[in-house]
């Protein structure tokens, strides 16, 4: 609902003019004293102000200056007698959006405040714009045939087209979530209007309510003007809260009942806002588990997990992985990079690796080889695949001779400590990180293990 303040002396008029907005629908707040309406616009927001233009305590053009150095995008009508157009045209050069010459009918009335309404949402969708150019270059559909994929690429499917239920999105970092998610808001009812981002991770604890839901002028040291949050820009759209995993527990307090009700003031106002947005969350966390921990809410959870959708990491799905190769060649090569193809034994290590950096790394490691390669084959050594899952050079011999640095010894070195690295992992995990048992298994001292486990910097988690 789109809201304005109305600003006229003669009480009489307000009124009118009021009750044909209220009844188009719109929030409507009549004032007859310019200073009190200034005094209101200090702590609410609106939309568009409808302001006549002689006043005895202040005129619509000293009311317009100083409405715009609080909402400096803000929309303004400026109401004219007959023989004041030269003060109207005044009033436009200072900002105003359009005036009508009184006295005008209800028809007039009503198509100059849509043009602003109009106005308005274009402005709102450019800074929308700007955002988005800024951080996203363009969108990829989703790769991927095997079942798994296409069990998401119907799930996407379908939830697009039931625009309101919200949806969690989980998988690991580079599975392709925020694909995902922008996937469902382009197949939906709600594709022209704005997809909004907020990273839960990025923005400083402090500032997070006023990015969700906006503040007015003065609502903190810092907030000089007023701003829309996240919710209103998104208002039609939809919202992606992203490493929602990340929020704190105040805000998820507060966010739990603004998905409910969809209802929210900007932070220092008092004027309550009401949207129409579709929430996509995503995480890389397990949220069931966050919610064990207790570091997430669980009616939030609950509220955010209408409908789950999981993507399988790249290791359990390799079907997927050919094709994914393929896809990033033809797309780097478009970016004006080399064209090459890949060796089949390229193409076998690549399907044999375990990506902890599922997708995004694959596009990454492939972009290198391009570069390391200089013929128009990409062969293993390009690849430089960690041997977590890679069966040991089934391309030597010849292979090792070329690789960069020199030596065989060097290479075998290499080989031998990335092998040691990759068991102490597997051993430390399958032990719980018990470092007695772990060495036992290893055959090794305590001490020695102790020491290794130093020398590669392993952690608990990181495996
Ligand atoms: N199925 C896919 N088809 C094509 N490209 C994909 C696919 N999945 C992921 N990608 C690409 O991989 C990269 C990572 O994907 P995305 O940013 O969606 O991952 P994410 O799950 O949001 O990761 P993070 O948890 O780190 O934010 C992107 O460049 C994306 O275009
Ligand atoms: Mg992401």
Sequence with gaps: MHSVLIVDDEKVQAGILGEILSHEGFDVTTQTHPETALALAQ???FDLV????????????????????????????????HGTIQTAVKAM????????????????????????????????????????????????????????MQNIHRMITKVAQDDKATVLVQGETGTGKDLAARAIHQMSPRKDAPFIVVNCAAVPKELMESEFFGHEKGAFTGAISAKPGRFELADRGTLFLDEVAEMDANLQGKLLRVLQTMEF???????????????????????????????????????????PITIPPLRDRKEDIPLLAEHYLKKLEAEGKRKVQLSQEALEALVHYNYPGNVRELGNLLERAIILSDG????????????????LPADAPGSLERTGTGSLREVGRQAAEEAERNLLLKTLHQTHWNRINAAKALGVDYKTLRLKIRRYGLTPGRD
């Design 376 to 391: 128009k084959t990409i062969t293993p050594r390009e690849l430089h695949l960690y041997p977590i899952d890679v069966p």
């Design 50 to 81: 409808i302001s006549d233009l002689k006043m005895p305590q202040m005129d619509g053009v000293e009311l317009l200056q100083r409405l715009r150095k609080i909402h400096p995008d803000l929309s303004v009508i400026i109401m004219t007698a």
């Design 265 to 307: 003031e900007r932070v220092g106002g008092t004027r309550t806002h009401r949207v129409n947005v579709r929430v996509i969350a995503a995480t890389n966390k397990i949220l069931q588990e966050e919610v064990r921990a207790g570091r997430f809410r669980e009616d939030l959870f609950y509220r955010l997990n209408v409908v």
């Design 43 to 45: 702590t609410q927001s």
């Design 93 to 148: 050069r200072e900002g105003a959006y359009d005036y009508v010459t009184k006295p005008f009918s209800k028809e007039e009335l009503l198509i100059t405040v849509q043009r602003a309404i109009k106005n308005l949402e274009i402005l709102r969708e450019n800074v929308y714009l700007k955002e988005e150019l800024g951080l996203y270059p363009s969108s990829t559909p989703l790769v991927g045939k095997s079942p798994a």
